[in-house]
């Protein structure tokens, strides 16, 4: 019984992978962090919580009054924009790699994202 061995990744694979990879990890454990000291926060201070995501300037103002609420909105941005700071990281390496297929096919996704985003907040 013959066991096939595991593919290395390319020098080009890796120079991807590890930067988003690093995005998303980085990205997740802003939010989770921002969120718990948000709900904390918030159940500190006996407050609710919003049930849609406010402006911006609204954010900052309860941001800067203390307020949990607004760092669960900043948790909840910081979720959103997270996966689309990981694409502008692929992009960013496969140009890097020299692979320009790739980084126009990921550029295009990146456009479908901000377009998206965009429309969601009408």
């Known amino acids: 019984m013959t066991l096939s061995p595991t593919p290395i990744p390319s020098p080009s694979q890796d120079s991807?992978?590890?930067?988003?990879?690093?995005?998303?990890?980085?990205?997740?454990?802003?939010?989770?962090?921002?969120?718990?000291?948000?709900?904390?926060?918030?159940?500190?201070?006996q407050e609710s919580l919003h049930t849609s995501l406010e402006n911006f300037p609204t954010i900052a103002n309860e941001i800067a009054d203390g307020n949990g609420a607004g760092i669960v909105a900043l948790a909840i941005l910081v979720m959103i924009a997270t996966p689309i700071v990981s694409t502008i990281a692929v992009v960013v390496s496969c140009v890097r790699c020299g692979d320009t297929r790739y980084a126009r096919i990921t550029g295009a996704v990146l456009v479908i994202l901000f377009v998206s985003a965009l429309l969601s907040a009408r």
């Open 16 to 45: 991807i992978a590890h930067p988003t990879a690093r995005v998303l990890t980085w990205g997740f454990r802003i939010s989770a962090a921002l969120l718990l000291v948000g709900l904390i926060l918030s159940l500190i201070q």
